[in-house]
């Protein structure tokens, strides 16, 4: 009986979706009806491998879909060996995230690769293995039950552009077998890779130039968008797409609830385009949502989408046809740190009144940090009715937080510096770049003060925004800038490292000694994820407006949810300023419990306000 019931639920949910879901592929594979058959019968055979306590979860998930849509998550992005050291140490502190207030954790790649050929782990060489230091894939199924038992999500990356060059496919590849060579982009001369070129943007045109590598082995060129060993996938291979669906299904079986998308706008390639953001990547996109609403309705996708935004906006899809459930806001985190470098924030109510534009049920995680560096994709075309044009100012912002500007606080560095293009990302912990180590070198009480509160506000700023807050895990404990990479030679060449250091564990015990840069940290984010929670007027579907301040240094917005109203206001000036919000009536200061009137309110340097009235 139990049998019967768990084929109905598949046959159900199957036949619900069959019609696009058989139209998609079939439109895209060219009616291969062999294809479809196995694909279609994949499904079942990873639906019938879902453990009972993730089918009982997904049934939970059905009746509430909307789960992730409220105010109740607050994300935390961690390596695993630099958190704990592997999996099993994670799950031993899963108290001290819990502390943070987090309930949602994003697991950096852990999934086996080559240790000096990975770019940091993202050339999978096996989905099917946890990389050996780090645990088995049978701790990380135990980790996602505790976290579950915990109410915490877990999201893990899936790539799927590209494998490494060590994978099993690229192995046979390489041995000239045909079969897995058409699982790739070979090509025996320059010929096709040459226009290929002429087309394609380069991603890191310093560190790894071009599109194409050569295989000496197999004596051809692959294609390798990324770098040389993470070889692209051809989604044009019906082979690829069933088998990488089936590996993400199978990760979603150890209990994963986020599947992260990685370089998701780049897998589908044609020749004559850029090979970036076209219709057959929404294709392939929205297919996996399907996948993932008959197998394991209780996962998320989340698109890495790392792009202007209005190529970022596609990836929900449409109502009627969604695609991701939720994306990055990397243009808002870009924009917030313009901002502290300006000390304005003109840019920054621009590009959120674009935002909070869209349709309320778009879920975006918002962060002021992650794993990655920080690019400058700004809207310059805004920018430049300030005189800020976009070469000089990109030098500007890099020479501001890499602390070459006279009087900046920043302490960061370059990453993939380009001299021919004048451009560079950067890299740095939250804590450095808000001028926290600066301030502590200098042994200025002041300075460290100011630095403390820009700190705090910048993630208020993220946790008052509809979505999902995520912290960089040392972030909540002020971890600074580790300069230990240049010493290693596997890490040295990439400056990112400078923000993925071990975990301080001495900065986290100090994070209960009163007074400590450690302890207002982590008590501040703390009690912004405990009031967000708490409060109706953070959900996805409040209102939300920009708020005219009267002052560019000074970012003002509002909600409003159900009879609840919050004016939130963070200063960037390097000074206490005053503004004229223009509301009359009277407020409630959250943090301080006073009320005030807001008509002509004052901030400190970094301060920021939350103000609520309830009607």
């Known amino acids: 009986m139990k049998q019967r019931k768990k084929e109905d639920a598949f046959s159900e949910r199957f036949k619900k979706h069959e019609g696009e879901l058989k139209w998609l592929y079939c439109e895209l594979y060219n009616n291969d009806v062999n294809a479809w058959n196995y694909f279609a019968g994949m499904l079942r055979r990873m639906w019938e491998e879902r453990p009972a306590s993730l089918r009982t979860l997904d049934a939970e998930r059905e009746k509430n879909p909307e789960w992730y849509l409220g105010h109740a998550l607050c994300g935390m992005q961690l390596y695993t060996d630099c958190f704990a050291g592997n999996l099993r140490g994670v799950e031993n502190n899963l108290d001290y995230i819990a502390e943070c207030g987090v309930n949602y954790i994003h697991l950096m790649p852990l999934l086996e690769s080559p240790k000096d050929r990975s770019d940091g782990g993202y050339a999978v060489s096996d989905y099917r293995r946890v990389k050996p230091e780090l645990g088995t894939m049978e701790d990380l199924e135990r980790l996602c039950e505790s976290c579950h038992l915990d109410g915490i999500a877990v999201c893990l990356d899936f790539t799927l552009n590209h494998t490494s060059e060590d994978h099993e496919w690229a192995r046979l590849a390489r041995a000239g077998k045909k079969e897995f060579q058409d699982r790739y982009f070979f090509f025996d001369d320059k010929t096709i890779p040459d226009i290929y070129d002429s087309m394609v943007p380069q991603v890191f045109p310093v560190t790894a130039p071009g599109n194409f590598s050569w295989c000496e082995e197999a004596g051809k060129y692959v294609m390798t968008t990324f770098y040389p060993y993470q070889w692209d996938l051809n989604y044009a291979n019906p082979t690829v797409f069933n088998d990488m669906t089936e590996t993400m299904l199978y990760l979603c079986n150890r209990g994963v609830d986020v599947m992260r998308l990685d370089a998701v706008p780049y897998i589908w390639k044609s020749l004559g385009t850029n090979c970036r953001n076209l219709p057959q990547v929404h294709t392939l996109v ?35 046809k969604p695609e991701c459930h939720m994306l990055y806001n990397v243009t808002t985190m870009a924009t917030i740190w313009h901002s502290v470098a300006v000390r304005d924030a003109r840019l920054l109510s621009h ?24 690019g400058w994709g700004l809207d310059y075309g805004y920018l430049s009715c300030f005189g800020m044009q ?12 890499t602390g070459k500007w006279q009087g900046s606080f920043s302490r960061g560095e370059l990453y993939n510096d380009d001299p021919r293009l004048m451009d560079a990302r950067l890299c740095g912990t939250a804590a450095s770049l808000c001028g926290i180590e600066s301030a502590r070198k200098a042994g200025n009480k002041e300075l460290i003060e100011t630095a403390v509160r820009r700190d705090i506000m910048l993630h208020a700023l993220v946790f008052t925004l509809s979505g999902i807050p995520v912290l960089y895990s040392g972030d909540e404990i002020g971890q600074e800038n580790d300069y230990s990479y240049t010493a290693d030679p596997e890490k040295a060449p990439d400056s990112r490292y400078i923000h993925r250091g071990l975990f301080d564990r001495e900065k986290a015990a100090l994070r209960l000694a009163d007074g400590t840069i450690e302890n207002r940290l982590f008590s501040a984010l703390s009690a912004l994820s405990d009031k967000r929670k708490g409060m109706g007027v953070f959900d996805n579907r409040a209102d939300t407006w920009v708020i005219d301040t009267q002052n560019p240094a000074v970012f003002g917005m509002g909600r409003y949810y159900e009879g609840e109203k919050l004016l939130a206001f963070f200063n960037f000036g390097d000074g206490a300023e005053t503004f004229s919000p223009g509301e009359k009536e009277t407020y409630e200061n959250l943090f301080t419990g006073e009320k005030t009137d807001a008509d002509s309110l004052e901030l400190p340097a970094g301060g920021f306000a939350w103000l609520r009235k309830k009607y």
């Open 351 to 374: 590009q959120l009144g674009r935002v909070f534009a869209l349709p309320k049920e778009y879920v975006f995680l918002n962060y002021i940090r992650c794993h990655d560096d920080i």
């Open 390 to 401: 976009e070469i000089p100012h990109k030098k500007y912002l890099n020479d501001f937080f």
């Open 286 to 320: 929205r297919m996996l949502r399907i996948v993932c609403e008959i197998v394991c309705p209780g996962t998320l996708l989340l698109g890495e989408v790392v792009m202007e935004p209005d190529k970022v906006a596609p990836y929900f899809g449409t109502r009627e």
